[in-house]
């Protein structure tokens, strides 16, 4: 087996030297910031390729059953320090660099952040994978490489403008190619049935094809010398170059395949809730999910293995329904090409899927029209409608001749054209379909799939979503990690339960006095950041009241706003005592899908209010915004644990889950937040004198809808409301141009899908009960370390022991 290098300072330094010189071609006094980063990360992947390759062989010796995580999103973070302190090399590498006078804090500023994703659902994927490398678990991660990940933000007066993410400009050390691995996904063309010895068969007759590439990237464990991988397929095409074609002096046509194919893995699709529908995403879901598929047979299988014994040897963990297509690639392949009966590879595809819903937006749940997935993928509509077919004869023999029923349950929807319901079919193909909080998986039983929950009794369960406390404790917040191992020794890590002890200390006024010294470094920490970044200063003595999360409406940054309106109008007018008001920054970081066009205007506001609140006098030092742009995780892990209050603030029955949530709670803010998604089980476990809990309930939600939700009705009832909307509309935060903003403010009077307006007066009064608690900084910091205490739970690990316990079956292996 490949031995790793010692893991001592000098070995450290050899390694690292012969990596620059030999890796990079320089020596260390002409070597770049980037050689020496590169030559940094070359080395800590030597130490850790041993455990990488012996865990490879040994994941193939024993044959254990592994989860194929399939997602088309992965936010990954930097790399470089969650793999230093897998590997526990941290403190080695810095004295080693710090003998070669080199800054280690220089060298983390070279990394790019891979951000192959959009928001909650690419962040989970890549704590779940950290989880499954901790607890030993076989895993695959299987992904797209996209060439730019999500897109930069910047703000042109106030205004979010997008750059292109060039993450691999200067290529990434982190990834391993491997062109001998690719393989050749097909699309287009036509099917055709065919007499093969006496028994009917179908055969695809594809048009075009491209190459998928595949890249490996580690997934270290947290020191337990175990290494996972994350496999992302890369596109090129088949043959790149036509000479011919080139020769006959058509030169741009001579490349186009080959432009045309790595358009397949170019770029990420920015939505994270309302889907374009474009064929290029379905080229993108259906290339990855093939190439992910074919891998599993070819390198995962031995070539003579039992198909029926497939269930015992893998498990396809759905993303949501963007890998859906996965299910009938699998039964073309078991089908078609292994000539598989088609009942008994049904009942090998039941058992080998399961599905994961992130959202219960209706606008978010994919479908696409048969005209298109016929015309890309021929032979995955036909067997699409042969999967439909057997299941409405089973619903039919269940429930009788409700057409209705079988017209709302079919997975062929007919309006507004004839599409696949990808939720559907990813419900009916799926062992299991889990929600990711317990109010989410209630809703997707009673409200989103009924129907199919009644089918298929035990089909749907819950797991609720978790965060590795790796990256988002140990990582981010050193100083607090300290305090804890201090406390209760260093098995918190993977036993993040264990935070249970700290309960005890929340009564220890010196432990207390530490807790908030921690929150204060933490603060330090993120104001030389932002100012370093972008120009921003941080005042002491404020309350960090922050929201970061994608911009989305059902968010409702928008409440958020109004309070800070409300609270600088109370100020200017008189209203409100100056010396009364709590001092606050507010911190804002979020990305607006493109095309989304509300939700551009609403950074606008946001900017626009935090430039006036910020220049005024009138409110110096009391009150200030701060947006820092282009939020991403290694923004998170600087803001995360300097907040003091954390906006959880979504309309009860829309967030899914949340995750920044759990990440906020287990570094000591505490949430003012509906009863929403995780919010829900947050305050369970921390207790409702440690949770700042305002709104409507889902259930209350419901009803006023129901009952017909007119938004000017409260706007006419609260003075405070009144003034805060008249002030966006009269044109304060705009120069007295009433028309940039009146967009937003008319929305929300006439419209307000979100009931901002409903649960303005509540979030106001939550929000006093917030100033007046945090004027008792002592027991703010006791209720601060109770959270961090009860939240255990929230960690990624328990989530896998659930998706283990109650999906997947599979189990630590040697
Ligand atoms: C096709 C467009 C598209 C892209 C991404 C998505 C994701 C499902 C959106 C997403 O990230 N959902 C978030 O998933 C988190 C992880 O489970 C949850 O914590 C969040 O509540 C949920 O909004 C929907 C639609």
Same mark, same amino acid.
Request: charged letters at 25%.
């Given at each position: 087996?490949?031995?790793?290098?010692?893991?001592?300072?000098?070995?450290?330094?050899?390694?690292?030297?012969?990596?620059?010189?030999?890796?990079?071609?320089?020596?260390?006094?002409?070597?770049?910031?980037?050689?020496?980063?590169?030559?940094?990360?070359?080395?800590?992947?030597?130490?850790?390729?041993?455990?990488?390759?012996?865990?490879?062989?040994?994941?193939?010796?024993?044959?254990?059953?592994?989860?194929?995580?399939?997602?088309?999103?992965?936010?990954?973070?930097?790399?470089?320090?969650?793999?230093?302190?897998?590997?526990?090399?941290?403190?080695?590498?810095?004295?080693?660099?710090?003998?070669?006078?080199?800054? @280690?804090?220089?060298?983390?500023?070279?990394?790019?952040?891979?951000?192959?994703?959009?928001?909650?659902?690419?962040?989970?994927?890549?704590?779940?994978?950290?989880?499954? #490398?901790?607890?030993?678990?076989?895993?695959?991660?299987?992904?797209?490489?996209?060439?730019?990940?999500?897109?930069?933000?910047?703000?042109?007066?106030?205004?979010?403008?997008?750059?292109?993410?060039?993450?691999?400009?200067?290529?990434?050390?982190?990834?391993?190619?491997?062109?001998?691995?690719?393989?050749?996904?097909?699309?287009?063309?036509?099917?055709?049935?065919?007499?093969?010895?006496?028994?009917?068969?179908?055969?695809?007759?594809?048009?075009?094809?491209?190459? $998928?590439? &595949?890249?490996?990237?580690?997934?270290?464990?947290?020191?337990?010398?175990?290494?996972?991988?994350?496999?992302?397929?890369?596109?090129?095409?088949?043959?790149?170059?036509?000479?011919?074609?080139?020769?006959?002096?058509?030169?741009?046509? #001579?490349?186009?395949?080959?432009?045309?194919?790595?358009?397949?893995?170019?770029?990420?699709?920015?939505?994270?809730?309302?889907?374009?529908?474009?064929?290029? /995403?379905?080229?993108?879901?259906?290339?990855? *999910?093939?190439?992910?598929?074919?891998?599993?047979?070819?390198?995962?299988?031995?070539?003579?293995? =039992?198909?029926?014994?497939?269930?015992?040897?893998?498990?396809?963990?759905?993303?949501?329904? !963007? &890998?859906?297509?996965?299910?009938?690639?699998?039964?073309?392949?078991?089908?078609?090409?292994?000539?598989?009966?088609?009942?008994?590879?049904?009942?090998?595809?039941?058992?080998?899927?399961?599905?994961?819903?992130?959202?219960?937006?209706?606008?978010?749940?994919?479908?696409?029209? +048969?005209?298109?997935?016929?015309?890309? %993928? &021929?032979? !995955?509509?036909?067997?699409?409608?042969?999967?439909?077919?057997?299941?409405?004869?089973?619903?039919?023999?269940?429930?009788?001749?409700?057409?209705? /029923?079988?017209?709302?349950?079919?997975?062929?929807?007919?309006?507004?054209?004839?599409? *696949?319901?990808?939720?559907? %079919?990813?419900?009916?193909?799926?062992?299991? +379909?889990?929600?990711?909080?317990?109010?989410?998986?209630? @809703?997707?039983?009673?409200?989103?799939?009924?129907?199919?929950? =009644?089918?298929?009794?035990?089909?749907?369960?819950?797991?609720?979503?978790?965060?590795?406390?790796? /990256?988002?404790?140990?990582?981010?917040? &050193?100083? @607090?990690?300290?305090?804890?191992?201090?406390?209760?020794?260093?098995?918190?890590?993977?036993?993040?339960?264990?935070? /249970?002890?700290?309960?005890?200390? #929340?009564?220890?006024?010196?432990?207390?006095?530490?807790?908030?010294?921690?929150?204060?470094?933490?603060?330090? %920490?993120?104001?030389?950041?932002?100012?370093?970044?972008?120009?921003?200063?941080?005042?002491?003595?404020?309350?960090?009241? *922050?929201?970061?999360?994608?911009? !989305?409406?059902?968010?409702?940054?928008?409440?958020?706003?109004?309070?800070?309106?409300?609270?600088?109008?109370?100020?200017?007018?008189?209203?409100?005592?100056?010396?009364?008001?709590?001092?606050?920054?507010?911190?804002?970081?979020?990305?607006?899908?493109?095309?989304?066009?509300?939700?551009?205007?609403?950074?606008?506001?946001?900017?626009?209010?935090?430039?006036?609140?910020?220049?005024?006098?009138?409110?110096?030092?009391?009150?200030?915004?701060?947006?820092?742009?282009?939020?991403?995780?290694?923004?998170?892990?600087?803001?995360?644990?300097?907040?003091?209050?954390?906006?959880?603030?979504?309309?009860?029955?829309?967030?899914?889950?949340?995750?920044?949530?759990?990440?906020?709670?287990?570094?000591?803010?505490?949430?003012?937040?509906?009863?929403?998604? $995780?919010?829900?089980?947050?305050?369970?476990?921390?207790?409702?004198?440690?949770?700042?809990?305002?709104?409507?309930?889902?259930?209350?939600?419901?009803?006023?809808?129901?009952?017909?939700?007119?938004?000017?009705?409260?706007?006419?009832?609260?003075?405070?409301?009144?003034?805060?909307?008249?002030?966006?509309?009269?044109?304060?935060?705009?120069?007295?141009?009433?028309?940039?903003?009146?967009?937003?403010?008319?929305?929300?009077?006439?419209?307000?899908?979100?009931?901002?307006?409903?649960?303005?007066?509540?979030?106001?009064? #939550?929000?006093?009960?917030?100033?007046?608690?945090?004027?008792?900084?002592?027991?703010?910091?006791?209720? $601060?370390?109770?959270?961090?205490?009860?939240?255990?739970?929230?960690?990624?690990?328990?989530?896998?022991?659930?998706?283990?316990?109650?999906?997947?079956?599979?189990?630590?292996?040697?």
């Amino acid at each position: 087996p490949v031995a790793a290098p010692p893991s001592t300072v000098d070995g450290f330094v050899r390694e690292f030297l012969l990596n620059l010189n030999s890796g990079r071609g320089v020596t260390l006094s002409n070597a770049s910031a980037t050689d020496k980063y590169f030559a940094l990360a070359h080395t800590v992947r030597d130490y850790l390729m041993a455990r990488w390759l012996e865990d490879l062989r040994r994941q193939r010796e024993v044959q254990d059953k592994g989860v194929a995580y399939l997602s088309a999103e992965y936010l990954l973070g930097r790399q470089l320090d969650n793999n230093l302190l897998a590997s526990g090399l941290s403190e080695i590498a810095e004295e080693a660099l710090a003998a070669c006078g080199i800054d @280690l804090d220089v060298l983390r500023q070279q990394e790019v952040e891979p951000g192959l994703g959009n928001g909650g659902l690419g962040r989970l994927a890549a704590c779940f994978i950290d989880s499954l #490398a901790t607890m030993g678990v076989p895993n695959v991660g299987y992904g797209i490489r996209y060439e730019y990940g999500i897109f930069r933000q910047t703000f042109v007066d106030g205004q979010q403008a997008e750059q292109p993410d060039a993450w691999l400009s200067l290529g990434s050390p982190w990834e391993f190619a491997h062109p001998e691995g690719a393989q050749t996904i097909a699309f287009g063309g036509h099917t055709e049935t065919y007499d093969d010895e006496g028994v009917p068969r179908s055969r695809w007759i594809p048009a075009w094809n491209v190459q $998928a590439v &595949p890249y490996n990237y580690m997934v270290p464990g947290y020191q337990n010398g175990r290494v996972n991988t994350l496999r992302l397929w890369s596109a090129v095409a088949t043959n790149s170059f036509d000479l011919r074609v080139f020769n006959s002096g058509d030169y741009e046509e #001579a490349v186009r395949a080959q432009t045309y194919a790595e358009n397949i893995s170019k770029v990420l699709y920015p939505e994270d809730s309302t889907p374009q529908g474009k064929e290029l /995403r379905l080229q993108q879901q259906y290339f990855f *999910v093939a190439a992910s598929i074919r891998d599993v047979f070819d390198v995962m299988l031995p070539a003579d293995f =039992e198909l029926t014994n497939l269930p015992e040897r893998i498990i396809f963990q759905l993303n949501d329904t !963007h &890998p859906v297509i996965a299910v009938p690639e699998f039964m073309r392949v078991l089908v078609d090409e292994k000539k598989m009966d088609w009942d008994a590879a049904w009942a090998v595809t039941q058992q080998c899927f399961a599905y994961t819903c992130h959202t219960l937006l209706p606008e978010a749940l994919e479908v696409w029209p +048969v005209e298109l997935l016929g015309r890309l %993928l &021929p032979r !995955h509509l036909e067997i699409i409608y042969r999967i439909n077919e057997d299941f409405l004869v089973a619903v039919r023999e269940k429930f009788g001749d409700d057409e209705m /029923r079988i017209r709302d349950m079919s997975i062929i929807g007919e309006h507004p054209v004839r599409s *696949v319901r990808m939720a559907y %079919l990813a419900t009916v193909a799926g062992a299991k +379909v889990n929600g990711v909080a317990e109010l989410h998986s209630q @809703l997707l039983r009673d409200k989103v799939l009924p129907d199919f929950n =009644e089918f298929y009794p035990g089909k749907f369960i819950n797991v609720t979503n978790g965060v590795t406390p790796r /990256r988002f404790v140990r990582l981010s917040n &050193p100083s @607090l990690s300290g305090l804890i191992t201090d406390a209760l020794g260093t098995g918190w890590v993977t036993d993040l339960e264990r935070l /249970r002890e700290l309960e005890a200390y #929340a009564e220890d006024p010196e432990f207390r006095t530490q807790f908030a010294e921690v929150k204060a470094a933490n603060k330090r %920490l993120l104001s030389d950041v932002l100012r370093e970044r972008d120009g921003f200063e941080v005042s002491d003595g404020h309350m960090l009241d *922050v929201m970061v999360k994608r911009l !989305h409406e059902y968010k409702r940054q928008m409440l958020k706003v109004l309070h800070i309106v409300t609270t600088y109008e109370g100020i200017i007018s008189g209203r409100v005592a100056v010396g009364d008001v709590q001092p606050r920054t507010f911190i804002f970081g979020a990305k607006a899908a493109p095309g989304y066009v509300m939700a551009k205007r609403i950074i606008h506001l946001i900017n626009a209010v935090g430039s006036v609140v910020n220049n005024d006098p009138r409110v110096e030092g009391k009150l200030k915004v701060l947006f820092p742009p282009n939020y991403n995780v290694t923004l998170a892990e600087r803001v995360i644990p300097a907040a003091d209050l954390s906006e959880q603030i979504s309309l009860a029955g829309k967030e899914a889950s949340g995750t920044g949530n759990m990440k906020f709670a287990l570094n000591g803010a505490l949430t003012i937040g509906t009863d929403d998604g $995780a919010n829900v089980e947050i305050r369970e476990l921390v207790g409702d004198d440690n949770f700042f809990l305002f709104g409507m309930s889902e259930p209350e939600v419901e009803s006023l809808w129901a009952k017909g939700y007119k938004p000017s009705s409260f706007y006419n009832a609260d003075s405070g409301l009144r003034r805060s909307l008249d002030l966006i509309a009269a044109g304060a935060f705009s120069g007295g141009d009433r028309s940039m903003f009146e967009p937003i403010v008319s929305n929300l009077l006439y419209d307000d899908r979100f009931m901002v307006l409903a649960d303005y007066s509540a979030y106001i009064g #939550a929000q006093a009960k917030v100033d007046a608690a945090y004027a008792d900084q002592d027991a703010w910091t006791r209720s $601060a370390i109770l959270n961090v205490a009860r939240c255990g739970y929230f960690s990624s690990d328990r989530s896998m022991r659930d998706y283990i316990e109650r999906i997947w079956h599979t189990a630590p292996s040697f």
